[in-house]
């Protein structure tokens, strides 16, 4: 079995930064989460307040995030450039990218309603939102594996 070829300088820069904006949306990724399993009986509009502050924070590192990996000189058009038989998956990543950012949009309206004292969707909140960071999960996952098999394995022959 041939060996993976040594990483070039802009492969290189392109992981680490793409590597250092996904810890910082997996950080927010869990600050949310712990927010949006506190208590909210009887205290919901502040509960609401505290998970809008964390989501906000969990979509400023998801654009980080998606600036630094689709922007020029990212992760994705690394992949494109250096393994154009990746495309059509790089494609999907930008979509589910897309559909996360409108996910977590959505429940920010959601929130703001409770904040706003519109408590008819609250227990909704929870739910929409795990549904989201599904999303966001398998999003991380499917990058790590696109890098993994482009950078740590072997080229197929077929």
Sequence with gaps: MADTPALTERQ??????????????????QHLQHALGLPQTGREQRWADRVARELEAARKALDAHKMEVRGPGGLYEELRF???WLI??????????????????????????VQD??????????????????????LLAR????VYERFNEPAALD
Excluded: C, F, S
Aim: aromatic share 0%.
């Design 12 to 29: 290189q820069r392109a992981i680490a930064q793409a590597a250092a904006t996904k810890n910082a949306l997996l950080e927010a990724q």
């Design 117 to 138: 004292g519109d408590l008819r969707g609250l227990h909704h909140i929870r739910h929409d939102a795990e549904r989201a960071l599904a999303m966001l999960r398998d």
């Design 88 to 113: 059509p998956r790089v494609d999907q990543l930008v979509a589910q990218m897309d559909r996360v950012e409108r996910e977590l949009a959505d429940l920010a309206t959601e929130i703001r309603h």
């Design 82 to 84: 250096d393994a154009p």
């Design 143 to 146: 990058e790590g594996d696109l």
